[in-house]
């Protein structure tokens, strides 16, 4: 579900909307998080897992997922109450919000490799910039 949609069967609708948001969180975290490649001293590949990542990601997600179903059930409430129509200032602030994100995602995505050049030098600004590369 989106977020501008609120499941409309009470709690449990909103308990499997969350639940459903954890597990997508868990099969998105699964090849980024939970599993981590390092050299060890003798300069093998040696893969460490790292599930509590994982469930720490889910459960943040499946709590934030309920908070903002339960705010949009007051809000939509709030707005039942009033008979007049809701104002367009909260959906242009939201899109005003959205369009802020997505600038700054792409301006961090042009300048991080830049300011790890600058903060760990060549030498050791090569990894951190070949691994952004390879998860982009």
């Given at each position: 579900m989106?977020?501008?949609?609120?499941?409309?069967?009470?709690?449990?609708?909103?308990?499997?909307?969350?639940?459903?948001?954890?597990?997508?969180?868990?099969?998105?975290c699964?090849?980024?998080i939970?599993?981590?490649?390092?050299?060890?001293?003798?300069?093998?590949l040696?893969?460490?897992?790292?599930?509590?990542?994982?469930?720490?990601?889910a459960?943040?997600?499946?709590?934030?997922?309920?908070?903002?179903?339960?705010?949009?059930?007051?809000?939509?409430?709030?707005?039942?109450?009033?008979?007049?129509k809701?104002a367009?200032?909260?959906?242009?602030a939201?899109?005003?919000?959205?369009?802020?994100i997505?600038?700054?995602?792409?301006?961090?995505?042009?300048?991080?490799?830049?300011?790890v050049?600058?903060?760990y030098g060549?030498?050791?600004a090569?990894?951190?910039?070949n691994?952004?590369?390879v998860?982009?």
């Amino acid at each position: 579900m989106t977020s501008s949609t609120t499941p409309t069967g009470g709690s449990s609708a909103a308990l499997k909307d969350a639940a459903f948001a954890a597990l997508v969180t868990a099969g998105l975290c699964f090849p980024i998080i939970a599993l981590r490649s390092d050299q060890d001293m003798s300069n093998r590949l040696v893969l460490e897992t790292r599930w509590s990542w994982v469930l720490i990601a889910a459960a943040v997600v499946f709590v934030g997922r309920l908070v903002m179903i339960a705010l949009q059930g007051r809000m939509a409430a709030r707005a039942a109450v009033r008979v007049r129509k809701p104002a367009k200032a909260a959906t242009a602030a939201s899109d005003l919000f959205a369009k802020a994100i997505s600038i700054s995602g792409l301006v961090f995505l042009f300048v991080f490799p830049f300011l790890v050049l600058f903060i760990y030098g060549p030498g050791g600004a090569l990894k951190w910039i070949n691994n952004y590369g390879v998860q982009i």
